[in-house]
């Protein structure tokens, strides 16, 4: 995908009487953990390459003094000139490219996870968008059953491309640009821009539903690296990458896991949380928030912690989510109505993810070990569907996925003339990440409070019940469970630099 070989052999000859050098785009908080916190960019320094991060502008420096040093310079990712030619080159044809790129997946793999999306934006579609609607549908229809199809309308994109980087590209020319994602951020105009310039490009998947829930490439993208095999299958099956190109390297930020290097002791996280050594944890992290509340589902936890109606004296100790502080009213009136409940009830504690900043908000790797901590001293682990029941399995901790539904969930809500789609936390079981975790057995899934006392009272008598069907879970998902998924991918992106470097 992006293919040029003579233009390739030309630039890389030119570039092989020196080290060469590699772009790496961190345009997300969770990219930045991926890149630095894991043994990623170890290979790829061990050979001698130099490496460019580029990342929000506004964290540079920080991120400069932090990490940087011999062997990786750390430069602005322009995200506001992106978003501003995004905004001003043919705005709304490049908003449908996008669109049709989200949700024109093939129909080979589970399409629930795009189905939504086409839902939300029929929803929340502007009086310009709707007349385009009927024509997004039978457009979608298309791509879902052509390749054809598909492989054109990722060519129409390749016209908008910016030359944002063009500087840094003739500074630094770069041997291999390596990105997040294969172009569905802004990220995109980077990686169009290397395939102009004849450059290689290769992206990993950091998130675990993405291949699902993103579709087709923004950018000609020539390798790409991912956790398992299933997530192979969706790439190949679903957005047509060829096989070859596709690597199983694992998820590099999960070897902490593995390795124990974030867990806090049990003692001092409690005490830093105000916890009572003497009660059960339950750990409810917040998620799915950009189509429901978590309200609801906290507060039957709470209830549940208060009356005593469990088995064993209980706590209750919330994760806020990163998207609990966009802003948005309903987001931050549902973090609110959370923290009161805290604030109100006994042996109820809440925790906000740490931010960032810049653009990147509160996805943070300041927050691993608490992530860590929370998941491994929690009795029980609970949430909807968030990627946190993985990271629970990783831990072996007994997980509940808790869908009790909101009564109007977000609704068809109007503040300021806007509009904001939600949906029923019962009825998004069949997405394909979803759908996997309640088949492999590693945890419950409950619809209301009396569900939701039985299955924590069920784990809090038999925390052992369901650990095979937890490691299976973690094998199937992530693959590698030594702890070296960071050295294995950047083996592999190291694999990609011009032959004479390595």
């Known amino acids: 995908m992006g293919d040029s070989p003579a233009r ?22 969770l990219a930045l953990v991926y890149f630095l916190q894991t043994d990623v960019l170890t290979p790829l320094r061990a050979s001698g390459a130099e490496i460019v991060l580029l990342t929000d502008d506004a964290l540079v420096d920080r991120i400069r003094q932090r990490f940087g040093g011999p062997g990786l310079q750390v430069e602005g990712m322009r995200l506001a000139q992106s978003r501003a030619y995004e905004a001003r080159e043919a705005a709304d044809i490049q908003w449908w490219l996008a669109f049709l790129r989200r949700v024109g997946g ?35 229809a298309w791509l879902r059953r052509s390749s054809r199809a598909r492989r054109a309308l990722q060519e129409a994109q390749l016209r908008y491309t910016p030359q944002i980087f063009h500087d840094l590209f003739d500074r630094f020319r770069p041997a291999l640009v390596v990105a ?6 802004l990220d995109r105009y980077l990686l169009r821009e290397a395939a102009q310039s004849g450059v290689r490009t290769s992206s990993v998947i950091v998130g675990w539903d993405n291949p699902s829930s993103y579709s087709l490439s923004g950018a000609p993208v020539d390798h790409i690296t991912c956790w398992s095999q299933i997530q192979k299958e969706e790439l190949v099956q679903g957005s047509d990458w060829p096989s070859d190109r596709v690597h199983v390297g694992g998820i590099p930020i999960y070897d902490g896991y593995f390795r124990k290097s974030w867990q ?12 009572d050594p003497g009660r059960k944890l339950l750990s409810y992290a917040c998620s799915f928030v950009s189509f429901s509340p ?39 009136d549902d973090r609110e109505r959370i923290s009161r409940l805290a604030r109100e009830i006994p042996h109820v504690r809440v925790v906000e993810p740490v931010p960032i900043g810049g653009e990147l908000g509160h996805y943070s790797g300041e927050d691993m070990p608490e992530k860590a901590s929370m998941i491994a001293h929690a009795d029980v682990f ?21 869908c ?16 904001k789609f939600s949906l ?32 924590v009272n069920f784990y809090l008598r038999d925390p052992a019940a369901d650990r095979q069907a937890r490691q299976s879970f973690v094998q199937r998902e992530v693959t590698y469970t030594d702890g070296g998924a960071g050295r294995r991918t950047g083996e592999f992106l190291s694999s990609l630099l011009p032959s004479g470097a390595r």
């Open 264 to 275: 806090q002791p049990r003692d001092d996280y409690f005490r830093r949380h105000g916890l």
């Open 404 to 419: 009790i539904d909101a009564p109007r969930g977000w609704g068809y809500m109007r503040r300021f003339y806007l509009r």
């Open 106 to 140: 093939s129909n080979r793999i589970n399409t629930k996870a795009m189905d939504s999306y086409v839902r939300q934006v029929t929803l929340e579609a502007s009086p310009r968008q709707i007349p385009m609607l009927p024509v997004a549908w039978a457009l979608t």
């Open 8 to 29: 390739r052999r030309a630039v890389e000859g030119a570039r092989s009487a020196k080290p060469p050098t590699l772009f790496v785009c961190a345009d997300h908080g």
């Open 294 to 332: 978590n309200y609801q589902n906290v507060a039957a936890l709470a209830e549940l912690v208060a009356s005593d109606s469990l088995v064993e004296p209980c706590q209750l100790l919330v994760r806020l989510h990163p998207n609990h502080f966009w802003d948005n009213w309903l987001f931050a």
């Open 424 to 455: 029923p936390l019962s009825k998004i079981g069949d997405w394909p990440t979803h759908e996997r975790f309640r088949s492999s057995g590693a945890g419950r899934v409950v619809f209301d409070r009396e569900q939701l006392r039985q299955s």
């Open 382 to 402: 609970l949430t909807v569907f968030s990627t946190m029941v993985v990271e629970a399995a990783i831990h072996d901790r007994p997980i509940v996925s808790v």
């Open 180 to 185: 997040s994602t294969p172009g569905w951020r």
